[in-house]
T-cell receptor, first 112, second 115 residues
Framework: QKEVEQNSGPLSVPEGAIASLNCTYS??????FFWYRQYSGKSPELIMS??SNGDQEDGRFTAQLNKASQYVSLLIRDSQPSDSATYLC????????????WGAGTKLIIKP | DTGVSQDPRHKITKRGQNVTFRCDPI?????LYWYRQTLGQGPEFLTY????????KSRLLSDRFSAERPKGSFSTLEIQRTEQGDSAMYLC?????????????FGPGTRLTVL
């Protein structure tokens, strides 16, 4: 059973601080990793994709991948109240070129 | 707005009725996916199309669920004889065939409530 694990939270972070969200996955052969943001009652929105070890930066967001440790993280710098949402980690399994394996998400709360 | 549209956005129905949802993917995307999501969970895969071909259907999916994608454009998801347990957000996503990348973009979803 291929799994993606996330701490459900809530993770509470003061405004302006760095929010750090973590995800572990069981399928060692996975190659593609995605972070989605989901506001309450809305659909998931793709915010970061990462495919190789190291960091991938886009504005205030940095995705980090460590395949040896089977670990993906998302850092949000200068956190804003508008960043309050649930963050879903999704992994493309090694035996599929289309089916994502999803974590249950981490709820992030940014406190003004 | 990702460019994926879904209709209707909300549907309330009585148990036992049939419902049909529509998804229009991003125009150049040849892959289309249907998911179901309930509160506190990640999206649950239902089915997947590449062009007009339905290539996979979740083993967890009841025979009451059927999906089509005629001509490889829009797709419909039908649920027959709805049950209260079908209440959920139904999500459609699309992507391009591009090796292992497969970035999937979601529509706004259809929220189904079965009374």
């Amino acid at each position: 059973q291929k799994e993606v694990e996330q701490n459900s939270g809530p993770l509470s972070v003061p405004e302006g601080a760095i929010a750090s969200l973590n995800c572990t996955y069981s399928d060692r052969g996975s190659q593609s990793f995605f972070w989605y943001r989901q506001y309450s009652g809305k659909s998931p929105e793709l915010i970061m994709s990462i495919y190789s070890n190291g960091d991938q930066e886009d504005g205030r967001f940095t995705a980090q991948l460590n395949k040896a440790s089977q670990y993906v993280s998302l850092l949000i710098r200068d956190s804003q109240p508008s960043d309050s949402a649930t963050y879903l980690c999704a992994v493309l399994g090694s035996d599929s070129n289309y089916q994502l394996i999803w974590g249950a998400g981490t709820k992030l709360i940014i406190k003004p | 707005d990702t460019g994926v549209s879904q209709d209707p956005r909300h549907k309330i129905t009585k148990r036992g009725q049939n419902v049909t949802f529509r998804c229009d993917p991003i125009s150049e995307h040849n892959r289309l996916y249907w998911y179901r999501q309930t509160l506190g969970q990640g999206p649950e895969f239902l089915t997947y199309f590449q062009n007009e071909a339905q290539l996979e259907k979740s083993r967890l999916l009841s025979d009451r669920f059927s999906a089509e994608r005629p001509k490889g454009s829009f797709s419909t998801l039908e649920i027959q004889r709805t049950e209260q347990g079908d209440s959920a957000m139904y999500l459609c996503a699309s992507s391009l065939t591009s090796g292992w990348y497969n970035e999937q973009f979601f529509g706004p979803g259809t929220r189904l409530t079965v009374l």
